[in-house]
């Protein structure tokens, strides 16, 4: 690793380093109980390398709005900062590959446990305002984003360029952000400036943004096509023939939950209750309730859901489970959202890239004998 990359992940604690050329670093359950993610906590998924943003090439960053648009932007970050409003959105990010590896049979893909999420406070200006000084055409149907880091095997290929259909680039949650939790933007997280397009999946999370390409078509730049960030329209079994065509890119987050406490193996008493608490999310469909059980899921109570903090945040749950006197204790949480989509009680829709898996998360206690 350069010592560009270590410097930049430094501060990082207690995250898992999954291998590979790039940085990619997920976090433990326990260490996501919390209403906000801390920095030093919060998962990294890079497609490529960093670039780096020294003070020297700072000097020279400029965001470009440009494609189908009346005028041309070019601005700098002071200037982006002074020209629009300034707001803060809470909202969780999730990566679509979150949970991959409890697909089975397994999947391509980084093999992803549940913690590719975090919840953090955003803050920066509004895409939509932007796009309105640029003018947008009645051509425009999607956005693409441009970064400056590349493809670690093929430095002339651009590491992830992915984008946002018109309406969500014109929605008002959606952020050019340059802070995260009341702190200038980490270079991991994608200083100077980053897309924070909350209910969608992180890959449209665009970091170290240079360029926003208003489009007359779909984007299709690197990792835009193929199967890249895209679910069958219909069921696919493992092993079987598929068509691309069939294939549909990702615009929502599932309705999904995760314990945060107990961790894994962790021991109780084997009486009495057990408290239980974690998080749950979805994308765009609101989430309005979560189930949660002690004895693998042939008992369920609801849980106490704390009010939203905001309409992308995510909730905290919590339930004191009767301990089941005898047989194995396992700690199950399922959530709801209003549309009544629940969390399967087993694996997610199997899917060749692994995307998107919210099959219920399981925590199994030890007893103290
Ligand atoms: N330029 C760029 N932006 C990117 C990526 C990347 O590799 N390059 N990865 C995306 C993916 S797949 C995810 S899940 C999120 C992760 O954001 P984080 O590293 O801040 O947690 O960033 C997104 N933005
Ligand atoms: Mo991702």
Request: proline share 11%; aromatic share 6%; net charge positive.
């Given at each position: 690793m350069s010592s560009l990359s270590t410097q930049a992940i430094a501060y990082k604690q207690g995250l898992r380093s999954i291998p590979g050329r790039e940085i990619n670093l997920e976090t433990p359950p326990?260490?996501?109980?919390?209403p906000l993610t801390p920095l030093s906590r919060f998962f990294v998924r890079n497609n490529g390398g960093m670039p780096a943003l020294d003070e020297r090439a700072m000097a020279n960053w400029t965001l470009t709005i440009d494609g189908e648009v009346e005028r041309q932007v070019t601005i700098g970050l002071d200037e982006l900062k002074s020209s629009f409003e300034i707001v803060d959105v809470e909202s969780v990010l999730e990566c679509?590959?979150?949970?991959?590896?409890?697909?089975?049979?397994a999947t391509d893909g980084l093999p992803w446990g549940p913690g590719a999420v975090g919840c953090a406070i955003w803050r920066g200006v509004r895409l939509m305002d932007v796009l309105r000084q640029a003018g947008v055409t009645a051509q425009a149907v999607y956005v693409g984003f441009e970064s400056p880091d590349c493809c670690l095997?093929?430095?002339?290929?651009?590491a992830l360029s992915r984008g946002l259909p018109i309406a969500k680039a014109l929605s008002p949650e959606t952020l050019l952000a340059f802070a995260m939790n009341g702190e200038p933007l980490a270079l991991v997280h994608g200083f100077p400036l980053r897309i924070v397009a909350p209910g969608f999946p992180g890959s449209a999370w665009q970091k170290w943004l240079h360029r926003v390409w208003v489009r007359a078509c779909v984007h299709d730049g690197e990792?835009?096509?193929?199967?890249?960030?895209r679910l069958p329209t219909h069921s696919v079994s493992p092993g079987t023939p598929y068509d691309a065509d069939d294939f549909e890119v990702i615009t929502d987050l599932r309705v999904k939950s995760l314990?945060?406490?107990?961790?894994?193996e962790d021991e109780v008493i084997g009486s009495g209750e057990i408290a239980v608490a974690g998080y749950a999310w979805s994308g765009h469909v609101p989430v309005v309730q979560v189930g949660v059980s002690a004895d693998g899921g042939q008992s369920w109570q609801d849980a106490h859901l704390a009010a939203?903090?905001?309409?992308f945040g995510w909730r905290r749950f919590e339930a004191r489970l009767p301990c089941p006197p005898q047989g194995e204790i396992e700690l199950v949480s399922r959530a709801m959202d209003e549309a009544g989509n629940r969390q399967p009680l087993g694996q997610a829709p199997w899917n060749p890239r692994g995307y998107l898996n919210n099959g219920v998360y399981r925590v199994p206690l030890r007893r103290r004998r």
């Open positions: 326990a260490l996501l109980d919390a679509a590959g979150n949970g991959r590896a409890g697909f089975s049979p095997d093929d430095s002339t290929r651009p990792k835009m096509t193929g199967l890249n960030y314990i945060t406490s107990p961790a894994k939203p903090s905001s309409r």
